[in-house]
């Protein structure tokens, strides 16, 4: 394709994306396809000679889109919103176009500059302390493709971190570059015994990172009570049963806004709890609820103080309510070199006169990878058109339809609130006895509740997540309706809330006699 | 932004693209950059309102393009090429419009199942053996960010088949489901002693999962006689070696090009030894050369039936030297339950109809993260607008290249070749007694070359990488001039070797003393 084919196929293409979301609100939010609809329709091979790109561009429309499960529907209601817009989109382009693998200062300085600035716009504007600000010079932030890596990366630096601390301890003195070397018999001794903490309601990210690495994750319960949030002695009495056996906790994963019904951990107990063990590291993912600290009227209530306090890393997506297309992983942490002595292997092909003479930041030994999209200039692009009060604006619209379903539901004499709305998170679930009935057990009602699920899930023109909720005192199986779409409107939530209603009576309708008596 | 401001802007950035690429060649490859140039330009916040998207658009250009090291010019010869085709930036933006995190078969059926079908139509291509196709209903191949994801996940696997094996050795019976559940008391016992090995010559991609699982990694020496590739008698040695201090072997990572000099590990032979140790894993890293398995007349040399014989799991980056812009890495393995046993960790919330039923791929068992870009698009639309016969005349095209410039550096009095060209790589150093004068010792060779690389290192019209390269015999400093650049024609790579003839001449007359004698 030269370049005169490329400007008439890019404008195609733009006009396609424009007609897209034109008439994004007209179509099904999920895909009405079976599994294996495009494996069928495809060739088995690559063809051997090229092919009209006008007709490859077409079958985008004739075969993709038919595919997809519209995340920027305004039906869309399902896992959290993974917010696209246009001004992403441009620059997604822009980075394809001078397309590098951005893991050295040299290699790409605008890449790793830029990338410096606006993770520090966006810690600034979240109110994190200038402790995770990069012009710290000791703290500092990197953009991850995901809450999952940056959870991951958190770990290896924790292990690590841990490691040198038990060297240290054993008697291990620093090199002559300052750093601690953690001789093997440290490894050997410790490696397998440290221990990851998070609880019932952390993401699997959480477990996941936990078993990468080989290592045991604690699921600690907690309590309806407490809304769903982990506490300080929770987690004590997890640890010291691990110390009791010879376990060495390393690690705590706590959360900012849980998947399950947007629960924030206790991070001040916690912190408080961990000053008491020494070889621990505090993540807190706040993978969804964290871009809401740019509303300041909510960083009390989700604990942003206790975070700066306590924290030693931390996670938010810009790539899900924050407007700023996927892949956007904000990662902060406190000290860079926890990652740098972590993740830092440097053969004589990646070093370059300014790496070696410390002025730039070389962000592959900030992560597990080495080569990195330009994925700064769509945070740029954001921060820049929508200013920071039109990033809270856009907040605020996913909070107050929130507040406005949530008065609707209460009034449901068939539905029941599970826990207190969190942000623009609504978490119920059907129960007849509700309005003040006869009591119907929870067993029951998680039958009747899986059965609205599956009623849903057989619907196209809205897309609902389902979730467990596990607690001390029992498990709650609800259905979860999470707002902050960047194209849904309040009308949009409402049309969701009536078909909701509607399966609703027909799953009690039923009449299976599962519910009444 | 709305629709028609997105339909302006969007035409506007692929003008400026033509542009961009319309004066490429006349752009220095190099940024002119300080470090520190940007942030000393931009606001340390993010502006309270938002901004004219004309305006910020522009400043993409005046300051983002300065700070650019460009990747896509004719005078990128440096690590390995990273193209970007225009068929790509088009892929890239309709991924970008329909943005999903695509962890699911149901959150995006058409980001799986198009997944499902270009990586096979990539295996199909490079002659991988069916073991290694989707279509298997075993094997199969997923799209990862680079090589050292590939490699870190493979890392993963291996281990956990290796501790499966030996938790099955000490009498462990598969559970109902048929999985071997690790014992805690195997995890203590054999856990902290794993070893992963490679030779000197492998991508740090080795050493850095080697070092994010914290388990050793062996860089086993090679020799100059083998063309630095490693054998299956040092592989057989360095286990011995281990194992006898009560060690346990489980990786190899072999490599079908490395970075330094493109040198194609002996995988038969390395394949043979480690029949004889069960708990291993052999991960084949093709990350640059794999594509050139779609020439046939390079498999055998590359050695592409011992991949397919011995290999448990390979990888190649389509974002090298295969038209496909960054991020594209393939990655295939024999058993797709080496990964799913590793990595599947499905909360509640993750759950649906379709994964439950086993009809179907959720990716995201098949890799670290949670949620991924959607990239198969990009491959998608490569090999179609290419064809199998397009995407092979771009490789012999750069092998030719570096065909032609070997005969050219072959006949300098004052260069040596290093090694034997390896398709469109060149490794070189500066010799003034490669005619066959006065012979200079090493040391004094390797001072010479670094001040050669220096030289070329402050150029801004050129960009090559130095290598060291290790050996059991002695060290080399070199050059490297890797070729392949989707712009880049025979002209630019002659015009490249006048600039380093030039910086030779320079450097040699500089007459310290260093060489003649």
């Known amino acids: 394709m030269d370049i005169e084919e490329f400007?008439?196929?890019?404008?195609?293409?733009?006009?396609?994306?424009?007609?897209?979301?034109?008439?994004i609100s007209q179509v099904p939010v999920k895909a009405k396809v079976q599994p294996g609809y495009l494996i069928d329709q495809l060739p088995k091979e690559a063809p051997e000679d090229g092919q009209r790109f006008d007709e490859i561009q077409k079958d985008f429309g004739k075969l993709i889109l038919p595919g997809i499960t519209h995340w920027q529907s305004p039906s869309f209601f399902a896992y959290f919103p993974a917010n696209s817009t246009f001004e992403c989109m441009i620059a997604d382009l822009y980075s394809s176009s001078v397309s590098n693998p951005g893991f050295n200062w040299i290699c790409s300085p605008a890449c790793t500059e830029l990338e410096q600035v606006v993770v520090e716009w966006a810690a600034r504007m979240l109110g994190l302390s200038k402790d995770f600000w990069g012009s710290s010079g000791i703290g500092g932030g990197v953009i991850m493709g995901s809450a999952s890596d940056s959870a991951f990366t958190a770990a290896i630096a924790a292990r690590e971190k841990a490691l040198r601390r038990l060297s240290v301890e054993s008697g291990v003195k620093a090199g002559d570059n300052g750093q601690i070397e953690i001789p093997d018999k440290i490894r050997q001794e410790y490696g397998q015994k440290l221990v990851v903490y998070g609880s019932t309601q952390t993401h699997s990210l959480g477990a996941k990172a936990a078993l990468m690495l080989g290592l045991p994750f604690r699921a600690?319960?907690?309590?309806?009570?407490?809304?769903?949030?982990?506490?300080?002695?929770?987690?004590?009495?997890a640890i010291e049963k691990d110390k009791k056996d010879g376990l060495v906790p390393f690690l705590v994963y706590a959360t900012v806004g849980t998947t399950s019904t947007g629960a924030v951990d206790r991070i001040a107990e916690i912190g408080e709890v961990l000053k008491e063990y020494p070889t621990t590291f505090l993540h807190v993912d706040?993978?969804?609820?964290?871009?809401?600290?740019?509303?300041?009227?909510?960083?009390?209530s989700l604990r942003l103080q206790e975070v700066n306090e306590y924290a030693d890393s931390f996670c938010t997506n810009f790539h899900k309510w924050g407007l700023t297309t996927f892949d956007c992983s904000i990662f902060c942490v406190k000290n860079r070199k926890d990652l740098t002595q972590a993740l830092d292997v440097t053969p004589p092909f990646l070093r370059s006169k300014e790496a070696d003479a410390g002025t730039v930041i070389d962000y592959r030994n900030w992560q597990p990878a080495l080569g990195r999209r330009f994925r700064s200039i769509k945070l740029w692009f954001v921060l820049r058109s929508f200013g920071v009060n039109g990033f809270q604006k856009h907040l605020e619209r996913g909070i107050e339809h929130c507040q406005r379903l949530t008065e609707i539901v209460s009034q449901s004499s068939k539905f029941e609130i599970i826990t207190p709305p969190?942000?623009?998170?609504?978490?119920?679930?059907?129960?007849?006895?509700?309005?003040?009935?006869?009591?119907?057990d929870d067993d029951k009602l998680n039958l009747l509740n899986q059965k609205l699920h599956q009623r849903l899930d057989t619907r196209y023109d809205i897309f609902l997540t389902q979730t467990v909720l596990h607690s001390i005192e029992r498990n709650v199986f609800c259905i979860r309706l999470a707002m902050g779409g960047v194209n849904t409107s309040f009308e949009d939530v409402q049309r969701a809330w009536e078909i909701i209603e509607e399966e609703g009576e027909r799953v009690l309708s039923e009449g299976d006699g599962l519910v009444l008596g």
């Open 7 to 23: 400007r008439k196929a890019g404008y195609a293409a733009i006009d396609s994306i424009c007609d897209y979301y034109a008439n």
């Open 220 to 237: 600690i319960p907690v309590s309806i009570d407490d809304q769903y949030a982990l506490r300080g002695e929770a987690v004590r009495e």
């Open 286 to 300: 706040a993978a969804w609820a964290g871009v809401a600290y740019a509303l300041p009227q909510y960083r009390e």
């Open 422 to 440: 969190s942000l623009a998170l609504l978490v119920f679930r059907l129960n007849p006895s509700s309005s003040g009935g006869g009591k119907v």
